[in-house]
């Protein structure tokens, strides 16, 4: 069974960076997407970025997050640097069956349990 665990969540203050990491086990295909999304309280499931053979990020994030993967350790990164309040959240690593870099939710097929980020003002 696949399995996909987040870690590196924590409290950090605005402007501040913390990386987050996920271990995927039982996904051999090498045609899988990796993806970060965030949930807020009371807020829907949201995209945060996406790697296949391209990377791809929400507009609200660009130029402060950078997602990456060590395909040797099986594991996605996910960098966060200049951090707001907003982008407090628990964020879930997803992986999907295919190459295409989606941005939606319900094309996920896994999921890990996610990671508490938590951004003081």
């Known amino acids: 069974q696949v399995h996909l665990v987040e870690s590196g969540g924590g409290l950090v203050q605005a402007g501040g960076s913390l990386r987050l990491s996920c271990i995927v086990s039982g996904l051999t295909s090498s045609a899988e997407t990796m993806g970060w999304f965030r949930q807020a309280p009371g807020k829907e499931r949201e995209f945060v970025a996406a790697i296949s053979y391209i990377t791809n990020y929400s507009d609200s994030v660009k130029g402060r997050f950078a997602i990456s993967r060590d395909v040797a350790r099986n594991t996605v990164y996910l960098q966060m640097n200049s951090l707001k309040p907003e982008d407090a959240a628990v964020y879930y690593c997803?992986?999907?069956?295919?190459?295409?870099?989606?941005?939606?939710?319900?094309?996920?097929?896994?999921w890990g349990q996610g990671t508490q980020v938590t951004v003081s003002s």
């Open positions: 997803a992986a999907r069956r295919g190459a295409s870099a989606r941005r939606e939710a319900s094309e996920y097929d896994y």
